[in-house]
């Protein structure tokens, strides 16, 4: 669909092109420039499977605790933690690491952003 105020637009050629740049904009330029560098540099196939290990044993288990967090409270990062740790009869001050969670999502937003 294309109207005479989108006539001079560019669109993508398809859903899988679209997706694959988003993807490439979240693992960042870092990554495919840098990630090479580093492991030529730091001890080749050792480091891969170091970040592999690191990878496997820190970010999963927190990706799966941030989800299971966030399906618990069905609420923003701070009434989560306020919900979670009152059914744990923690203390309610659990709520400030749902604004640091909130507050590292803006650093990042920022710093993507420019």
């Known amino acids: 669909m294309t109207s ?10 398809s859903r899988w092109a679209f997706i694959l740049v988003t993807a490439g904009s979240a ?3 870092g990554n495919i420039w840098k990630f090479p560098y580093m492991t030529g540099t730091n001890g080749g196939s050792a480091f891969v499977l170091v970040y ?11 990706l799966m605790a941030e989800i299971m967090l966030g399906r618990r409270g069905q ?10 740790a009152a059914e744990a009869g923690a203390s309610p001050l ?21």
């Open 75 to 84: 609420e923003n990062p701070a009434d989560t933690m306020r919900i979670v």
């Open 27 to 29: 693992i960042g330029l």
């Open 52 to 62: 592999l290990a690191c990878i496997v044993g820190i970010g999963l288990p927190l």
């Open 94 to 114: 659990w709520r400030v690491i749902g604004y640091l969670g909130i507050l590292g999502a803006l650093l990042i937003l920022s710093f993507y952003s420019v």
């Open 4 to 13: 005479s105020a989108t006539a001079g637009r560019a669109h993508w050629s």
